[in-house]
């Protein structure tokens, strides 16, 4: 966000890109993903507004070395700011605006829906060429909304098992919502495939299985499905990296998940377990102004850049 | 209609295209092996012990048969052709009766089949003469599978440079000859600009 330019005609301009950053765990690194992407994309001139979704449990301001912010997504949920934009303040760092999350009411951490759509239909309006939102952990509808919605969904998971569960988890709930958008004709067949018993006498069990099950009786509905599905852009993230072998989990998870739920999940990088991370927070610096020579720094920097090459095309 | 829809995607399975080399085999079995053995974090969650049996047994099945060159021209001849089940781009539908079965006037002008049966190749003059004696025009094909014109004449004419990549040639041809009732499988085989390109 420059000064100089102000947002008169936010739609005048070309809508932002969307990325959501969001994985079935908390404490997984979805906050200090956003927060030093949103960095690393503001250090290659890109305007940036990073939007903390997190409703209930925000701290994407501690990431970024920021200690709260006197407008947060609440007063323009319950209507107090009307401007989206007038929510942004600066965070230090050039082109690179925040939109607090709503630490202080209490009751905004179970969004209602109309808030919700208000919220999702005003993103796109955010002055700005890419809008980053930090999501919460789970698997509530709405915080799936977001990430469905969303141009890119970013995923991040660590090598151990709690977080691969839940990653699983969480992008089956993602690609069950993306197909709740079916019309409802498609909708009244899928549940019905669903719940059907198979010759061999059981359910479906994976997405895959549901697809191929689909392509069989409802040849004409399946495409729909399929493209439906592979209009998400998902990529992986495997975060807090061990050992050399951990950096291959990103590849397996890929295979599996393509097999599992018969849809494309990217791999797109890992970060390694860094006790800097700790001490950038401590300093309340964020990561990667804080230590931009280290290779998470180097890293994150390739990722914004190779998420932006595909933007761009 | 075809065995092909019931062809395992092994392609998919090791995350490769159909072009694959030998080494992106060895490596997306490695990977494979790696990704679903039995302590793999990258399945925790996923799947039964049931089935990952099964896909243990897959896995095997797809190495040996894209491993050995001999099995896998068999298999993709059978998993490449036009209406299986795979993600490669013009898909000719289950539903979809290729046009030699639509033109009535399927007159008596077997000929040229049996002329170009003789020889072991195929060429794209003995195509453009089984396809008109079917009285099938190129623009009806055109229209039906989806491939341009322009690709169409570029088989018949034997132009494989009018083509990215060979792959599109072959896949063309494929649908091509199945529009006009031949073997898909056959004519790739057959058809001098892809003979020796194995």
């Given at each position: 966000?420059?000064?100089?330019?102000?947002?008169?005609?936010?739609?005048?301009?070309?809508?932002?890109?969307?990325?959501?950053?969001?994985?079935?765990?908390?404490?997984?690194?979805?906050?200090?993903?956003?927060?030093?992407?949103?960095?690393?994309?503001?250090?290659?001139?890109?305007?940036?507004?990073?939007?903390?979704?997190?409703?209930g449990?925000?701290?994407?301001?501690?990431?970024?070395?920021?200690?709260?912010?006197?407008?947060?997504?609440?007063?323009?949920?319950?209507?107090?700011?009307?401007?989206?934009?007038?929510?942004?303040?600066?965070?230090?760092?050039?082109?690179?605006g925040?939109?607090?999350?709503?630490?202080?009411?209490?009751?905004?951490?179970?969004?209602?829906?109309?808030?919700?759509?208000?919220?999702?239909?005003?993103?796109?309006?955010?002055?700005?060429?890419?809008?980053?939102?930090?999501?919460?952990?789970?698997?509530?509808?709405?915080?799936?909304?977001?990430?469905?919605?969303?141009?890119?969904?970013?995923v991040?998971?660590?090598?151990?098992?709690?977080?691969?569960?839940?990653?699983?988890?969480?992008?089956k709930?993602?690609?069950?919502?993306?197909?709740?958008?079916?019309?409802?004709?498609?909708?009244?067949?899928?549940?019905?495939?669903?719940?059907?018993?198979?010759?061999?006498?059981?359910?479906?069990?994976?997405?895959?299985?549901?697809?191929?099950v689909?392509?069989?009786?409802?040849?004409?509905?399946?495409?729909?499905?399929r493209?439906?599905?592979?209009?998400?852009?998902?990529?992986?993230?495997?975060?807090?990296?061990?050992?050399?072998?951990?950096?291959?989990?990103?590849?397996?998870?890929?295979?599996?998940?393509?097999?599992?739920?018969?849809?494309?999940?990217?791999?797109?990088?890992?970060?390694?377990?860094?006790?800097?991370?700790?001490?950038?927070?401590?300093?309340?610096?964020?990561?990667?102004?804080?230590?931009?020579?280290?290779?998470?720094?180097?890293?994150?920097?390739?990722?914004?850049?190779?998420?932006?090459?595909?933007?761009?095309? | 209609?075809?065995?092909?829809?019931?062809?395992?995607?092994y392609?998919?399975?090791?995350?490769?295209?159909?072009?694959?080399?030998?080494?992106?085999?060895i490596?997306a079995?490695?990977?494979?092996?790696?990704?679903?053995?039995?302590?793999?974090?990258?399945?925790?969650?996923?799947?039964?012990?049931?089935?990952?049996?099964?896909?243990?047994?897959?896995?095997?099945?797809?190495?040996?048969?894209?491993?050995?060159?001999?099995?896998?021209?068999?298999?993709?001849?059978?998993f490449?052709?036009?209406?299986?089940?795979?993600?490669?781009?013009?898909?000719?539908?289950?539903?979809?009766?290729?046009?030699?079965?639509?033109?009535?006037?399927?007159?008596?002008?077997?000929?040229p089949?049996?002329?170009?049966?003789?020889?072991?190749?195929?060429?794209?003059?003995?195509?453009?003469?089984?396809?008109?004696?079917?009285n099938i025009?190129?623009?009806?094909?055109?229209?039906?599978?989806?491939?341009?014109?322009?690709?169409?004449?570029?088989?018949?004419?034997?132009?494989?440079?009018?083509?990215?990549?060979?792959?599109?040639?072959?896949?063309?041809?494929?649908?091509?000859?199945?529009?006009?009732?031949?073997?898909?499988?056959?004519?790739?085989?057959?058809?001098?600009?892809?003979?020796?390109?194995?």
């Amino acid at each position: 966000m420059s000064a100089t330019k102000p947002d008169l005609f936010p739609q005048a301009a070309r809508q932002p890109y969307v990325w959501a950053v969001g994985g079935g765990k908390g404490g997984v690194g979805k906050s200090f993903i956003s927060a030093n992407l949103g960095l690393a994309l503001g250090k290659q001139g890109k305007r940036v507004v990073l939007v903390d979704l997190d409703l209930g449990g925000a701290n994407l301001h501690t990431c970024l070395g920021m200690s709260g912010s006197d407008r947060t997504l609440s007063d323009y949920l319950t209507g107090k700011i009307s401007n989206i934009n007038a929510l942004i303040s600066k965070t230090g760092m050039d082109h690179v605006g925040l939109i607090s999350g709503a630490a202080d009411n209490l009751q905004i951490a179970n969004l209602k829906h109309f808030q919700k759509a208000k919220l999702l239909r005003n993103l796109k309006s955010i002055n700005a060429d890419y809008v980053i939102l930090d999501l919460g952990a789970g698997t509530a509808f709405n915080t799936l909304d977001f990430f469905v919605q969303a141009d890119r969904g970013l995923v991040s998971v660590m090598p151990d098992p709690t977080s691969i569960e839940n990653t699983y988890r969480f992008l089956k709930c993602v690609f069950m919502r993306k197909l709740h958008s079916a019309p409802p004709e498609t909708k009244m067949l899928m549940n019905k495939v669903m719940t059907q018993r198979q010759q061999n006498g059981e359910k479906i069990r994976s997405l895959a299985a549901f697809l191929s099950v689909m392509d069989g009786l409802h040849p004409e509905y399946a495409p729909e499905l399929r493209d439906s599905l592979s209009s998400l852009q998902l990529h992986l993230i495997v975060n807090q990296v061990l050992e050399p072998r951990d950096t291959e989990l990103g590849h397996a998870m890929q295979m599996t998940c393509n097999k599992y739920f018969g849809s494309d999940v990217d791999y797109l990088g890992y970060l390694h377990h860094d006790k800097l991370v700790l001490q950038s927070l401590r300093q309340r610096n964020p990561f990667i102004t804080a230590y931009p020579q280290s290779r998470n720094a180097v890293h994150m920097e390739h990722m914004a850049s190779s998420l932006m090459s595909l933007d761009d095309h | 209609m075809n065995s092909a829809d019931n062809l395992p995607d092994y392609y998919t399975l090791f995350q490769i295209s159909p072009e694959a080399s030998q080494i992106d085999i060895i490596n997306a079995y490695r990977h494979a092996k790696l990704a679903y053995q039995q302590d793999s974090l990258a399945i925790y969650s996923l799947f039964s012990e049931q089935e990952l049996e099964q896909i243990h047994l897959q896995v095997e099945e797809a190495y040996s048969v894209l491993s050995n060159p001999e099995k896998r021209r068999a298999y993709d001849a059978l998993f490449l052709q036009p209406g299986s089940n795979t993600n490669q781009p013009p898909l000719l539908g289950e539903n979809v009766i290729p046009l030699h079965k639509q033109t009535a006037d399927n007159s008596r002008n077997a000929e040229p089949e049996q002329k170009a049966g003789e020889s072991d190749i195929y060429s794209g003059e003995a195509l453009r003469e089984t396809r008109e004696a079917k009285n099938i025009t190129l623009e009806q094909i055109a229209e039906h599978t989806k491939i341009s014109r322009r690709y169409l004449q570029a088989i018949e004419d034997e132009d494989p440079e009018n083509f990215p990549e060979t792959v599109y040639l072959k896949g063309y041809l494929r649908q091509y000859a199945s529009e006009i009732g031949l073997d898909p499988g056959e004519i790739v085989q057959r058809y001098p600009p892809l003979i020796g390109q194995e």
